[in-house]
């Protein structure tokens, strides 16, 4: 990624304020989020080419963090998700530590042993598979 070009945060008003506040304090408020931790996905935009950021909550497998697109069970995957599909480089930042990552999208027996993994840490996002038809992806990102 460019590491020149602007980066545009969420226009979601409470998850903004969270990327805000954490990159504002180099990740010491707003790494945990009611008690989970988060960290800070940008991702170029599949349509614009613009960089976007989102706060996620992420687990880890081995070296790898694990996120989950679950957009609260909506019928349509999220935005970065879409945007990483296209771009699988992205960025992260986990606390202060910032770095170049590879997203993939898990399946099938990886799949299923990393949302039990997501689903201990955050047990809504079972509710949010409930929603919808869609399955919701598991994305473990790589660093570079």
Do not use: C
């Amino acid at each position: 990624m460019d590491d020149q070009s602007e980066t545009f945060d969420s226009p979601t008003g409470w998850v903004n304020k969270h990327i805000r506040s954490y990159v504002e304090s180099d990740g010491e408020s707003g790494h945990m989020w009611q008690g989970k931790p988060t960290l800070l996905l940008t991702t170029i935009g599949r349509k614009s080419g613009l960089h976007r950021r989102t706060a996620l909550i992420y687990g880890q497998d081995g070296d790898d963090y694990v996120v989950v697109a679950s957009r609260g069970g909506n019928a349509e995957h999220p935005a970065w998700y879409l945007n990483l599909v296209d771009n699988p480089a992205v960025e992260v930042q986990v606390g202060a530590d910032k770095f170049t990552a590879s997203a993939t999208t898990a399946v099938g027996e990886e799949r299923a042993r990393l949302w039990s993994k997501m689903v201990s840490l955050w047990k809504t996002y079972d509710s949010f598979q409930a929603k919808t038809k869609r399955e919701i992806p598991i994305v473990v990102l790589k660093h570079i």
